[in-house]
């Protein structure tokens, strides 16, 4: 081949693969590992030698050594009472190959890579092959994956929300079930291959389909559940539905485990933000193109004075599994298995502080004036309202004397329930990490990572003495969801407390 082989191996001698060579389809007996052994079949004579197993010459070749080879049409016995047929068929089966080695095929593109197999046969008698090079396989990209829109959470509100990861087929016969060993030419319906006991998988698959789906970066906080069997509707040809069902006890990559039939619902076991799950397929319509969405299940509690859920996005992806950086003939590897898929994870969801965006729609530090701020963080109460702590950040939107230009943002040191952040637009409040903006006249646009933010401005030309002009007013509270403002809808989610200012 012009790949990689990488059937099982071993099995049952040095280099022994679990790949069959059949003769006119004599398929009554065992494979054996050469071709000196015939069986009747209940016929009165041993016609055609039995299926045999290819031996592992080197990485990409299989070897099949003394065949009998049956010549078309000539008489089997001395009498004359019995002939070969007139045709004389070899066919080789069960050969897996690392179709890796080509390349990701493109869903968007016609395939331009073929897996080729170069024949030859050699002997005592020549035997002339026309066409010796075949492409026996072709590379078509088998699962493709979508999602759902991301869901975008708040750290102060109890939330349940849903999201979905889809799978879908490439080809009408890319996920398959594990089935059963068959000496049946032409079976692309399942995973199993010929059969050929004392193999590590009797000559079939170590499992059907399987789909390892992998959680990375959740928040601290967060449960993730997903159901354990998926069903889509019946096909109105065949009355097969795509199945999968959780396997229990798989390995990381996917692989090993058993299928319990279980259809309760599966929590994610997490580790430092990191889980999965793996599904194999359990039913499916080998003659349609079939998709299937596996909700995910997200939920956390607030928790806002122990800092939970923690702040952040967690990402998804899904791969055929099970994974496996063997990429050769190997006696203990699982069949089929794949690669790691190396596309970058999804984003399904993100959580963000609860803010409050306060608006002081006019501020000055010129003419004599100056302005005084103070923003108040109210989410301690009587009432046992879990305060919240965070930092505000300061916009500042407008010009200096002379339209130099307006003072970089500014973060203030974090702002515990109850307490307040402090500052003069003159001076600032280095305390609290702000540093003056003199001479600056415009407005600012406060962002503080807490809810319940309250604000007061004061303007006056008798800062430190006996002011002639004096005047205060409250923030405005700036409506926002997650994703930024939302003109003319008065309040979203708690984000803040509008008060009427």
Request: glycine share 12%.
């Amino acid at each position: 081949l012009n790949v990689n082989v990488t059937n099982n191996i071993n099995f049952d001698g040095t280099n022994v693969t679990d790949s069959v060579l059949i003769i006119n389809e004599n398929n009554c007996a065992d494979p054996v590992n050469t071709g000196a052994t015939f069986s009747t079949c209940g016929a009165p004579s041993p016609y055609v030698q039995d299926p045999q197993h290819g031996v592992l010459a080197a990485t990409n070749r299989l070897e099949w050594n003394q065949v009998h080879f049956p010549y078309p049409g000539a008489s089997v016995d001395d009498i004359g009472t019995a002939f070969y047929p007139l045709v004389t068929t070899l066919r080789i089966s069960s050969v897996r190959a690392n179709a890796s080695q080509l390349g990701v095929p493109n869903a968007a593109t016609f395939p331009s890579t073929q897996i080729t197999a170069f024949l030859s046969i050699t002997g005592p008698t020549t035997i002339a092959i026309t066409n010796n090079v075949l492409n026996v396989a072709v590379p078509i990209l088998g699962l493709i994956t979508s999602g759902s829109s991301a869901i975008a959470g708040l750290q102060c509100i109890d939330t349940e929300a849903s999201a979905s990861i889809r799978l879908r087929e490439g080809f009408a016969t890319a996920f398959k079930t594990q089935g059963v060993p068959t000496f049946q030419p032409g079976n692309t319906q399942w995973e199993s291959g010929y059969w050929a006991p004392g193999s590590n998988n009797g000559g079939g698959a170590s499992q059907g389909t399987r789909f390892l789906i992998r959680f990375y970066n959740i928040p601290q906080g967060v449960k993730i559940q997903v159901p354990k069997v998926i069903e889509t509707g019946n096909s109105a040809i065949t009355g097969d539905a795509l199945r999968l069902e959780w396997v229990s006890g798989a390995d990381a990559n996917g692989g090993g485990g058993t299928v319990p039939h279980a259809t309760d619902t599966l929590t994610i076991g997490l580790s430092g933000g990191f889980g999965g799950v793996t599904y194999e397929v359990l039913d499916d319509d080998p003659f349609r193109i079939e998709q299937v969405d596996v909700p995910i299940v997200v939920s956390w509690e607030a928790d806002t004075t122990n800092d939970l859920p923690a702040i952040g996005s967690g990402q998804v992806s899904a791969s055929f599994a099970p994974l496996s950086t063997i990429v050769t003939a190997n006696n203990a590897a699982p069949e089929p298995r794949f690669l790691e898929n190396t596309a970058t994870p999804r984003t399904f969801i993100t959580i963000a502080r609860c803010t409050t965006t306060l608006l002081f729609p006019f501020v000055t530090n010129q003419a004599g004036f100056d302005t005084g701020m103070a923003i108040s963080n109210t989410s301690s109460d009587w009432l046992g309202t879990d305060p919240q702590t965070g930092a505000c950040t300061i916009h500042y939107h407008g010009a200096t004397t002379g339209g130099g230009a307006a003072p970089p943002e500014q973060t203030s040191t974090p702002i515990a329930g109850g307490e307040q952040l402090i500052f003069t637009l003159s001076g600032g409040n280095n305390a609290q990490n702000i540093t003056g903006a003199p001479e600056f006249q415009g407005y600012v646009i406060a962002v503080c990572e807490f809810q319940y933010a309250h604000g007061f401005a004061f303007i006056t030309d008798g800062f430190g003495g006996i002011p002639a002009l004096a005047q205060g007013y409250l923030a405005l509270v700036i409506p926002v969801t997650p994703s930024g403002r939302v003109p003319g809808v008065p309040n979203l989610h708690n984000l803040g407390e509008s008060l009427a200012h």
